[in-house]
Nanobody, 115 residues
Framework: QVHLVESGGGLVQAGGSLRLSCTASGSIFSINPMGWYRQAPGKQRELVAGITSGGSTNYADSVKGRFTISRDNAKNTVSLQMNSLKPEDTAGYYC?????????WGQGTQVTVSS
């Protein structure tokens, strides 16, 4: 079992920045990869960014160049630095972790970008 706790969401104006963090506990030795999804009202959940234990990253095209994912393996934490935020980035953001073939989810944190 893996337990994920997120923090860092909030309300920001367009062009602003937010940083999301997610800390894992439990069977953390097998976690790979970790990352973030988001889901806006009426839309499907989509992958925002992921990172492996070795540091390989992938991003949704819509966030490339604006968002940066990082991981601290010693602290079992994954972070998402979000810059140049746009109203279309408004969504619930969910941390995820793959462990032993299962995908675990955090409770989600809301990001709202006003125009």
């Amino acid at each position: 079992q893996v337990h994920l706790v997120e923090s860092g969401g909030g309300l920001v104006q367009a062009g602003g920045s937010l940083r999301l963090s997610c800390t894992a506990s439990g069977s953390i030795f097998s976690i790979n990869p970790m990352g973030w999804y988001r889901q806006a009202p009426g839309k499907q959940r989509e992958l925002v960014a992921g990172i492996t234990s070795g540091g390989s990253t992938n991003y949704a095209d819509s966030v490339k160049g604006r968002f940066t994912i990082s991981r601290d393996n010693a602290k079992n934490t994954v972070s998402l630095q979000m810059n140049s935020l746009k109203p279309e980035d408004t969504a619930g953001y969910y941390c995820y972790a793959m462990a032993s073939g299962l995908k675990y989810w955090g409770q989600g944190t809301q990001v709202t970008v006003s125009s």
